[in-house]
């Protein structure tokens, strides 16, 4: 036991370095990993915001959008939240119907296509999905899910897992929203394609920067992150002709926050110019406000909203578990 | 020797596998039925994991007679590299293996000069040969052991008969594999079955769906609490029955008590071209399955190691050092107490110490998401359980070194007990001065052998810390899975090789500690 209790405290040593401000209050804002590790936005909108609010900002971290939901809905009511940053609209029906989210003050007017309205949540950032691949080595390129299902056998794809990741979720709407009953057809078009599923986002992605397969199910904004940060053009997005699945990742208030007012201070400060022009190249999506300085260089725009293609959150809830066991039972002969 | 030590322990693994998925389905709202979709998950999780365990165990016994049967320049480190699979984070295996077998591998690649197609590994045989890649040095290392158990007098009193290889076999090491392939055959069947992310990825889709990814669907994509509970249990009663099985099939040897010294028996009956040649082929094989993807891995992260932020390095390597040295003493410490309350019940109430090293086996086939999120839902309304993560990782990271610790300690334990206890007992030997004098010498070994795959193992785990995570306090396999969810593919090679380079010097230092004559 000695041994035991040695180790706790060596560890407790450890995990208190940071502690040192302790009069000013902490706001606690629930994100996914990759928003607050040192290669997304975080690092940069802790600094901001700690800067103008008189506050500590803590990110606390789960997997992605939907385990930080799980999370939130595990901890209920005595969740020491007050901000949860990263739940998408495929998510957004269900956190709803928790009632542990405020209502918020009308936000800033958004460049989303279709705009926003949603009495509880905030969009920050967005982005359309696609199947990204290597200009030098892909001639052929598909130009909508019935090219890619005409293509020879030999064009393989690789895609995530609808029920462990939310790009895989995204695909499975955008097959549904793009074909309704004709989805299982076009699912049993593509199995042929599909070398694999991944569990999530960064095995696929992995894979495909391996030459495993020919394209990736990501964002029509991967190819910016390889021209930008790598100096690399070789990578693209297919554009397809039923139109892109939306992806819109928003934020919300707990009502048990306790801090609301700083809370709603800090939903504001997510939708200024400030980290609107910090998003698009450290998230790597669309922000949700263009800022006034534009995009940066290398960041094609968005494609128009006529490419649109989203569910309501009610009905993106209401439909994914019949679309599930339909790609289930395709993938699955 | 106090049996409160081990009844404790045994009563913390309790807590940690039932009773965290007790607290699940407390606060699991309804009940839940399985669907198709579920028996479906079943039977491909019983399937994988049983080819998995048959064909790695087959094939590890002629690797493990090679290796028990021939002296040769490099046979430690061999044996010692032997470890490093089974070490290996699941998404930097997968990646390797790959490199091998993959549509753009070397195999693919060789074949392309010929004028043939890529090979597909996807499907049930990529996932067997994950599994095989995984679990069958583990299977050599415990027919070595077996090997090293037959005691050395035994193979010159054969030679002195003149017996032949094949009288040999049938004399001393069939008995031995007996004993041995039906733990070996549970262990690597329990490992197996909790598989989800290599299943997946090399299985092909959703044709490959274990229980472990079915429970992850309940809790993330349904939050189905009833349903992942009920998912678990099935889970749990699957090993339950494996275990059982294998103790049940295990017939003891009846070598007695070898010298367990470190020399090996000189086998007479092996000289022959023939017999030599086919132990060179074996081995030769098996270093090439096992080497080449993870030559690959250090080939890709020699190139990924310039692009690794310098500045959060060496506090993620420091946390998993210290997690991997917390668990191992953890491990340590809870094997030597389940291991002399067992010991101890063995004489007077077999039926429970059966049970309480069943209770360590059966710790494999819980799910790392059900007692996470057990584990979180007990805490919370308590404590913070994110300031716990680390303390957290590290006990459950020693709990799932558990089984092997016990596997490997409980033998050379029972051997000081029986064959010395009673001596100690009327000389007044007791606590501290009988485990140094009379117990430690023993097990030193196996004891220093676990503590280092303890070590090694949980320094490679994800673990429970993706769970509880801190963005602030990252061990080495979170920062990895970091890096590769934000683009930083070849950073993320960079930290694989770091991390399998750390966590094989562990297991080295502790395997050297143990080979230490003393």
Request: contains cysteine; proline residues 5%.
């Amino acid at each position: 036991m000695l041994k035991m209790s040695l180790i706790a405290a060596g560890l407790a040593l450890t995990l208190a370095g940071g502690a040192g401000a302790a009069d000013k209050p902490v706001l606690n804002v629930y994100t996914y990993d990759s928003f607050a590790s040192e290669w997304g936005p975080g690092p940069a909108v802790k600094k901001a915001f700690e800067a103008v609010c008189g506050c500590n900002l803590k990110f606390t971290t789960a997997g992605d959008g939907a385990a930080l939901l799980a999370r939130v809905e595990l901890e209920g009511a005595r969740s020491s939240a007050d901000v949860v940053l990263g739940l998408d609209t495929s998510l957004t029906a269900k956190a709803a119907a928790t009632g542990l989210f405020a209502t918020v003050k009308d936000g800033r007017k958004t460049d989303l296509p279709g705009g926003w309205n949603d009495p509880l949540f905030l969009p920050f950032d967005w982005g359309y999905f696609a199947f990204v691949y290597d200009k030098a080595k892909l001639k052929t390129v598909p130009h909508s899910f019935a090219d890619l299902a005409a293509a020879p056998k030999s064009l393989k794809i690789v895609i995530e897992d609808p029920r462990s990741s939310t790009p895989g979720l995204g695909l499975l709407l955008w097959v549904k929203k793009a074909y309704g009953t004709r989805a299982p057809e076009i699912w049993a078009g593509l199995a042929p394609h599909i070398l694999t599923v991944t569990k999530g986002w960064s095995a696929a992605y992995g894979m495909f920067l391996k030459g495993e397969a020919d394209m990736v199910l990501s964002y029509t904004t991967s190819p910016a992150y390889h021209r930008i940060a790598e100096n690399d053009d070789s990578k693209a997005f297919a554009r397809f002709s039923e139109g892109h699945y939306m992806q819109i990742e928003v934020m919300g208030q707990l009502a048990k926050a306790p801090h609301p007012a700083l809370a709603a201070r800090f939903l504001a400060f997510m939708q200024s110019d400030k980290v609107q022009s910090i998003i698009p190249t450290t998230n790597w999506m669309y922000p949700a406000i263009l800022p006034k300085s534009g995009l940066p260089d290398g960041f094609d725009a968005a494609l128009p909203a006529k490419d649109a293609l989203i569910y309501r959150p009610d009905e993106a809830q209401a439909v994914r578990a019949a679309a599930l066991e339909e790609w289930r039972t395709a993938l699955s002969k | 020797m106090k049996l409160w030590p081990g009844l404790g322990v045994a009563a913390l693994l309790s807590a940690l596998s039932i009773g965290t998925l007790v607290m699940v389905a407390l606060k699991a709202q309804g009940g839940a039925t399985l669907g198709a979709a579920d028996w479906a998950a079943i039977r491909f999780t019983l399937t994988q994991a049983i080819l998995s365990a048959v064909l790695s165990v087959l094939l590890a016994i002629p690797v493990a007679r090679a290796l028990a049967r021939r002296q040769f320049r490099g046979r430690r480190s061999l044996i010692a590299l032997l470890g490093a699979p089974f070490l290996l984070p699941v998404i930097v295996a997968v990646l390797g293996l790959l490199s091998i077998y993959g549509r753009n591998g070397l195999f693919s690649a060789a074949l392309q000069l010929v004028g043939l197609g890529p090979i597909s590994i996807y499907g049930l045989k990529g996932v067997v040969l994950a599994h095989v890649f995984f679990n069958m040095p583990l299977a050599t290392r415990l027919f070595l052991q077996g090997w090293q158990a037959i005691p050395e007098q035994h193979f010159r009193l054969a030679a002195q008969l003149g017996m032949r290889t094949g009288d040999i076999n049938r004399r001393l090491e069939t008995p031995m594999l007996k004993e041995v392939a039906p733990g070996a055959l549970a262990v690597i069947f329990l490992l197996s079955v909790t598989s989800f992310a290599v299943a997946l990825t090399l299985g092909g889709g959703p044709r490959a769906t274990t229980i472990e990814l079915a429970i992850y669907q309940a809790f993330r994509f349904d939050f189905d609490l009833a349903k992942a509970a009920l998912l678990a249990v099935a889970q749990f009663t699957i090993g339950a029955l494996a275990a059982y099985g294998a103790w049940k099939l295990a017939a003891p040897t009846r070598f007695g008590v070898s010298s367990g010294g470190l020399r090996e028996p000189e086998r007479w009956d092996c000289q022959a071209r023939s017999v030599l040649l086919r132990d060179a082929g074996v081995l030769l094989a098996a270093m090439l399955f096992l080497f080449l993807p993870l030559m690959a891995i250090f080939a890709s992260g020699l190139a990924g190691l310039t692009a690794l932020p310098l500045s959060a390095l060496g506090g993620a390597i420091l946390r998993s050092v210290l997690v991997a040295f917390g668990a191992a003493g953890l491990t340590l410490c809870f094997a030597l107490a389940l291991g002399f309350a067992i010991v101890r019940l063995e004489r007077s109430h077999a039926q429970t110490a059966g049970l309480i090293e069943g209770l360590g086996a059966l710790f494999i086939a819980a799910s790392p998401m059900m007692i996470g999120t057990g584990l979180f839902i007990f805490l919370f309304p308590l404590v913070d359980p994110v300031a716990l993560a680390l303390p957290i990782t590290a006990l459950v990271n020693a709990t799932m070194s558990l089984p092997f610790a016990l596997r490997a300690i409980l033998p050379a334990l029972r051997q000081s007990e029986q064959g010395f206890g009673h001596l100690a007992d009327s000389l007044g030997m007791q606590g501290w001065g009988r485990f140094r004098l009379l117990t430690w010498p023993t097990i030193r070994r196996p004891a220093l052998f676990s503590t280092g795959l303890a070590a090694a193992l949980s320094m490679g785990d994800l673990g429970v810390i993706a769970l509880f995570a801190d963005p602030q306090s990252a061990t080495l396999p979170l920062m990895l899975y970091r890096l590769t969810g934000s683009y930083q593919i070849d950073a993320a090679n960079g930290a694989a090789l770091i991390l399998v380079l750390l966590s094989f010097t562990l297991f080295w230092i502790f395997e050297r500690e143990a080979n230490r004559e003393t």
